[in-house]
């Protein structure tokens, strides 16, 4: 039926249509002893739901594989090392609800260890738990936003001991704290952008601001994201369709330690259907406080995916794989920190997984407006619009995605829209990575002609 | 981007001066009649002074179908070529699977085509060149497998065509539309070697005979439908009698739903393309030459030899299928195997469709 090797009518897309599928037993198979342990009667047997996975292992089967996958990637990134702080991201939804199950889970285990081990010479790392309370852009769903947080405040609380910290930070305190019409600009930031992918995106980005916030306020080292397979997997097709091409593979990888606090994704691995199965089975209490649909283009994209995975159950898993044989960047890997013991004993377990790191540390230069690493040849923007000192530079460092669906394309609107900006974002261009300045300044250095040579 | 709600004529928003007749599908702009074909055929131009896709003196084939893209193609090449001094000498290359009523009806759509824009045209066929004609081999083979065929065939085909011309170059009728759904094709099934090269203007530099796409930039919207219609261009529609599954793909819908929410993204999903970082060390198979006849191959024998080898042999299902049957072990531990069903319904142009 499929052209299985032919290039007909299109060149190069027709070749190698087979594309490769995980070859699982489908629901057809009748048998209802887990696939893995061969013991246990399978989850949908029991009546628990019937897709997927149920259909194939027992509970603890499929618990154990999840919480595998998780672990793996914490280990083999080494993600969280003994004397980190971490902050975890919740929504309320159910990729970050397991997300802090599991780091609690991972937590409590090394708290035993601790206790068991005489000379108690690795500490356990602690956890904080950060909402973001956006409100102030966001409609909240129809969930009572207080009666959330106080169910929120629950399921932190009964995750104990270790006792977390529970943070719920509205998105205006990116602005400063003496400025109290943080929230009045955050509005006028907002509604000024005609796009409504655009004006999604640039939420998207603040929530990581506000994140970034928290962390730096209160001392934590990583921030932990719920980020699965499935949301990656629309993240790759949402940077394609928006000619970020190049930046793609930044915001894909298990590490993203381009902001000041490193980010981490141990769920990179999981589907989203097994997150929300094992929030059913174990009943991890979720609560949706914003409606989580997306729009415009990043809308069409989640239901392609939603199609194509009900098409192939291995789409989203093999959309990831595409897209994580591209290249990394540097700050893709967190940064050493030789002094420390741990590190040494993490990186053992890091093995081949860690990414070759040889050549010199590229100099990159990011978005103003996303932070996505530009590409060399497409910073050369015209210096032409805007008038203030703030739009121009803003202008001059921000990706064509930005430029088009976020930054006003006329002077004065620009030059007001710059003038909402948070300071986070603003003062990125001056200060956000000092040192890789001095770095470049270094290295320039012998290239540079002296304000005297300058006239010869 | 709502029109205002006037009653006076719009006016075109290039040369300020005629009746806008159209809203250009690529930036919404409105513009009238002749500024479209301007800015159409000038666009196409910079591509193909930007990309130095052509010298002089070269003798250029291009593929022509009969169907819309190519039909736009052989017009604008001659168009350009004349008004641009490119010198080119230009032949129609067109491929005759061999399907009656059919192919007839698109070839004599070129035969005019030869007539209207004065470039020699030049038919290869199938049963010339393997003995079988379409017709014969779905006769033994059936409809279920003749994708294959038809694809492999006409590949090879056109090369070997092209060298009966000493043609330089083949230029295709692929634009811009087809370009990015290649890119979302090939991220959809993990095909990082073709992601890297499916969007260079120029392929098959090391092959026999590089092909180029001179549309790379170009919507289908503005080929297929104004542009034919304006100028009553005189095409065929391709849609092929053996094609199983003449529907649009999820990939090309996809990319309609796109467009009409945002013209631009099909441009943006070509410069991901060109710009997704890849290791240069993602290269394809090493080619080597057929041992009976010679073409390009990766194997032994190339694909169409071994698909000729079983239909003269009477087992026609020799080759169908995948080549290479390799299993993998992703990282989870999951087993990766090739299934060639469901797969077909993402992808629009199935083989059966007889545009190049
Ligand atoms: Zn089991
Ligand atoms: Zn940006
Ligand atoms: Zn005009
Ligand atoms: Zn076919
Ligand atoms: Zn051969």
Redesign the interface.
């Known amino acids: ?24 037993p489908g629901p057809k198979s009748t048998n209802l002893t887990c696939l893995k342990c061969k013991v246990n009667t399978t989850i949908a047997s029991g009546g628990g739901g019937g897709i997927g996975d149920s259909l194939r292992f027992c509970y603890s089967c499929f618990r154990s594989n999840l919480y595998g ?1 998780f672990r793996f990637a914490v280990t083999a990134n080494a993600m969280i090392s003994p004397e980190d702080n971490v902050l975890v991201a919740f929504s309320g939804g159910p990729s970050s609800r397991v997300a802090l199950q599991f780091v609690h889970e991972l937590q409590e285990r090394s708290l035993k260890n601790f206790e068991a081990c005489r000379d108690r010479s690795l500490p356990v790392f602690g956890v904080g738990v950060a909402f973001i309370d956006e409100s102030a852009i966001q409609q909240a769903s129809s969930y009572d936003f207080d009666k959330a947080v106080e169910e929120m405040k629950l399921v932190v609380s009964n995750l104990s001991p270790p006792v977390k910290k529970f943070h719920v930070c509205p998105t205006d305190s990116i602005y400063s704290l003496d400025s109290n019409d943080g929230r009045e600009k955050l509005n006028e930031l907002i509604s000024s952008i005609t796009d409504v ?1 655009g004006k999604e995106d640039l939420m998207e980005h603040l929530r990581m601001l506000s994140l970034q916030k928290i962390a730096l306020d209160h001392k934590y080292t990583k921030i932990i994201l719920g980020t699965c397979t499935s949301r990656i997997a629309c993240r ?2 949402e ?8 930046s ?2 930044a915001d894909i990888q298990y590490v993203d330690a381009r902001w000041e606090t490193p980010v981490v994704l141990p769920l990179r ?1 999981c589907l989203q259907q097994e997150l929300s199965l094992l929030c059913s089975l174990d009943s991890l209490k979720t609560m949706e406080v914003f409606n989580g649909l997306r729009s ?2 990043n809308g ?1 994209i989640t239901t ?1 995916v939603k ?2 995975q009900e ?2 159950p ?2 989203e ?3 990831v ?3 994580g ?4 960047f540097h700050f893709n890997k967190l940064p050493e920190d030789d002094n420390s013991v741990s590190i040494l004993a993490s990186r053992r377990r890091q093995k081949k997984y860690n990414l070759q790191q040889n050549e010199a540390i590229p100099l990159n230069t990011f978005c103003s407006v996303c932070n996505s690493p530009l ?1 060399e040849t497409d910073t050369k923007t015209s210096e032409s619009n805007g008038n203030g000192q703030i739009s121009r530079s803003v202008l001059a460092a921000s990706c ?2 930005c430029q ?1 669906q976020i930054l006003p394309k006329e002077g004065t609107l620009l030059e007001n829209f710059c003038s909402l900006l948070p300071p986070p974002v603003t003062e990125r261009g001056k200060a956000c990575d000092h040192n890789k300045l001095l770095q470049m300044r270094e290295q320039i250095q012998d290239c540079l002609l002296s304000d005297t040579d300058d006239e010869t | 981007m709502e029109c205002s709600v006037k009653s006076r004529v719009k006016v075109c928003s290039i040369c300020n001066h005629k009746r806008a007749a159209l809203k250009r599908p690529k930036t919404l702009q409105q513009i009238c009649r002749e500024c479209f074909y301007d800015v159409f055929e000038e666009e196409i131009h910079r591509v193909i002074v930007d990309n130095q896709l052509f010298r002089p003196g070269e003798r250029i084939g291009i593929g022509a179908s009969g169907g819309k893209d190519s039909t736009v193609l052989a017009y604008v090449m001659s168009e350009l070529n004349r008004r641009h001094n490119y010198g080119l000498d230009l032949f129609l290359l067109s491929v005759d699977e061999g399907i009656t009523g059919y192919r007839d009806d698109s070839l004599e759509t070129v035969k005019r085509n030869e007539v209207q824009y004065g470039i020699p045209l030049k038919v290869v066929s199938y049963k010339e060149l393997y003995g079988w004609t379409m017709d014969e081999i779905v006769k033994v083979i059936g409809l ?2 003749n ?6 065939f ?2 090879q085909a056109l090369d070997r065509g092209a060298a009966l011309l000493k043609v330089d170059k083949l230029v ?1 009728g ?1 634009n811009a539309d ?1 370009i990015a ?12 070697a ?2 890297s ?2 969007t260079s203007i120029i ?1 098959g530099e090391d092959g026999p005979i590089p ?1 180029c796409k001179p549309f790379k930039y170009t919507y289908e919207k503005e080929i297929q439908f104004t542009y034919a219609y304006f100028k009553k261009l005189d095409y065929f529609s391709t849609e092929c009698l053996y094609s ?2 003449a529907y649009r793909g ?1 990939a090309r819908e ?1 990319i309609k ?2 467009e009409r ?2 013209p ?2 099909i ?3 070509i ?9 240069t060390s ?1 290269k394809m198979p090493e080619q080597g030459n057929c041992e009976r006849c010679g073409y390009i191959s990766s194997q032994k024998w190339c ?1 169409a030899c071994v698909l000729l080898k079983g239909l003269n042999r009477g087992l026609p299902k020799l080759g ?4 290479r049957g390799l299993n ?1 072990v ?3 531990g ?14 629009s ?8």
Request: include cysteine.
């Open positions: 039926m499929a052209c299985a090797s032919g290039t007909c009518a299109s060149g190069c897309s027709k070749v190698n249509a087979q594309s490769s599928t995980v070859d699982l996958k992918t790759v097709l940077a394609t369709v928006k000619g970020q091409g190049y793609l593979s691995d415009g283009i069409l392609f199609l194509l098409e192939n291995s789409r898993s093999t959309i794989r595409t897209a044989k591209l290249t990394p590409k064509a995605s088009f | 279920k497998n994708c294959t065929f038809c694809g492999v006409r590949r295709t692929h087809d759904e290649t890119v979302l094709l090939n991220i959809l099934r993990g095909d990082i073709r992601l090269r499916c392929t092909r199983p599954n999820f996809f739903d796109l929410l945002r631009r993204a441009l943006d999903i410069k991901s393309g060109e710009d997704f970082r890849i290791s993602t694909k169908i299928g995948r080549s993998t992703s990282e989870n999951s087993k990766d195997t090739t299934k060639s069903n469901g797969v077909q319904s993402i992808e142009k199935q083989c059966g469709s007889l545009d190049f």
